[in-house]
């Protein structure tokens, strides 16, 4: 090496230490620094320089290139443990905000343990003194849902856990940086393991409830199938009692699944409706037939009623036509007792013509009611 290539490795030395910010220098530029510092140091027993001035020139600015090295070393070091404690602090903040997001009871201390060693054992009381909010979701009494809404909160946690790493990851430190991503990637991978088992579980109790739905939509569909069937029988006596215990077996199986309660309730109804119909239309039609039979009842128990009248009118002209004779008396007696016959004969089918009469207004108000 001549005078000419050790000027270079001296000015490239100094390009080094001016040439970054202090935030920019690691461990690695250190090392390459320091390197080239006993590189150069041991270069100058050797190299020949056209003048003892242009040497000492040369060592004397090396010299001030090594003595801002060694300064900046050290204000690096302040400033490294000044960030060293900084991210320190919140790898803890996160560590904690993991924790708030942990699906188990227990376990995340061995968990935190095993991903980071003995490192965890310097954040431990800091993690766990965190406070972290996990927002309550709607109260309920099902299970299910509470734990729907346990893993809802801790899922929010964990987002607010990696938004905090994402954004401020460039304040920690290399191996604090890489320890926060483990616990978060260990924690995600647990909460995602819960969250597919909680699916898991309400995919089987879907199937279950649906096997369920399935033997009480085909009871449903048999019930249909017997309304129709009676359908055939809607006019005779019994098939009314017959009809409600259907009713009350469709009660008694109870709701299907939304997506087919709807449709067979309106199968059924339909049918139920249909026979209910028939039920009206043939008590209308027997009514009818039965207040036209009393309507003609009616109109010959009157005529009979005026037939009984003309003949009572007739035997009373009779009863004043008789005089003294031999018979007289016989022959009056008769008629009197004939008049009293007719006459209570008359008076019973008025009675009886006021109960047709009310019978008719009944059957004719039954009538106007099922209209």
């Known amino acids: 090496m001549n005078h000419t290539d050790l000027d270079g ?10 040439g970054f910010s202090l935030s920019k220098k690691d461990g690695a530029f250190w090392k390459a620094s320091w390197a ?4 150069i140091g041991g270069s100058f027993k050797d190299v020949r320089y056209p003048s003892r001035y242009d040497k000492d020139a040369a060592f004397a600015r090396f010299q001030e290139i090594v003595k801002e090295m060694k300064e900046q070393r050290e204000q690096h070091a302040k400033q490294f443990e000044t960030r060293s404690d900084s991210s320190q602090e919140l790898k803890s903040r996160i560590f904690a905000m993991a924790k708030s997001a942990w699906p188990h009871a227990d376990g995340f201390e061995d968990f935190a343990m095993i991903v980071t060693g003995m490192m965890v054992l310097k954040v431990a009381a800091q993690m766990f003194a965190e406070v972290v909010t996990t927002l309550i ?4 009494a099902d299970p299910r849902e509470q734990e729907k809404n346990r893993l809802m909160g801790l899922s929010r946690n964990m987002k607010a856990a990696w ?8 304040e920690l430190l290399p191996r604090d940086k890489a320890e926060c991503f483990k616990i978060l990637q260990g924690t995600q991978a647990e909460l995602d393991k819960a ?39 809607a006019d005779e006596k019994d098939a009314g009692k017959e009809a409600s215990g259907i ?16 449709e067979l309730w309106g199968e059924f109804k339909s049918a139920m409706d249909e026979f209910w119909q028939r039920r009206k239309q043939g008590a209308k039609s027997r009514l009818r037939e039965r207040l036209k039979n009393q309507e ?9 009623i005026e037939h009984d009248e003309c003949v009572l009118e007739d035997k009373r002209e009779k009863l004043s036509n008789v005089f003294d004779g031999g018979r007289a008396d016989e022959i009056r007696s008769h008629l009197e007792t004939v008049i009293a016959s007719l006459e209570a004969k008359i008076e019973s089918k008025k009675d009886k013509l006021s109960e047709v009469d009310a019978s008719i207004d009944a059957i004719r108000g039954k ?5």
């Open 137 to 140: 979701g709607l109260r309920s």
């Open 247 to 262: 009713m009350d077996a469709w009660k008694h199986v109870g709701f299907c699944g939304r997506d087919h309660e709807d």
């Open 367 to 371: 009538l106007r009611d099922m209209d």
């Open 36 to 39: 080239l510092v006993r590189e």
């Open 195 to 233: 969250w597919a088992e909680f699916k898991e579980e309400g995919k089987a109790n879907y199937e279950r409830r649906e096997f369920g739905f399935e033997i009480k939509r085909q009871k449903k569909r048999d019930l249909i199938l017997a309304m129709h069937a009676l359908l055939r029988a």
């Open 296 to 304: 003609a009842f009616y109109e010959k128990l009157k005529g009979a």
């Open 163 to 170: 938004d905090t790493f994402t954004s401020r990851k460039d």
């Open 9 to 18: 490795k001296i000015s490239e030395l100094d390009g080094q230490i001016n």
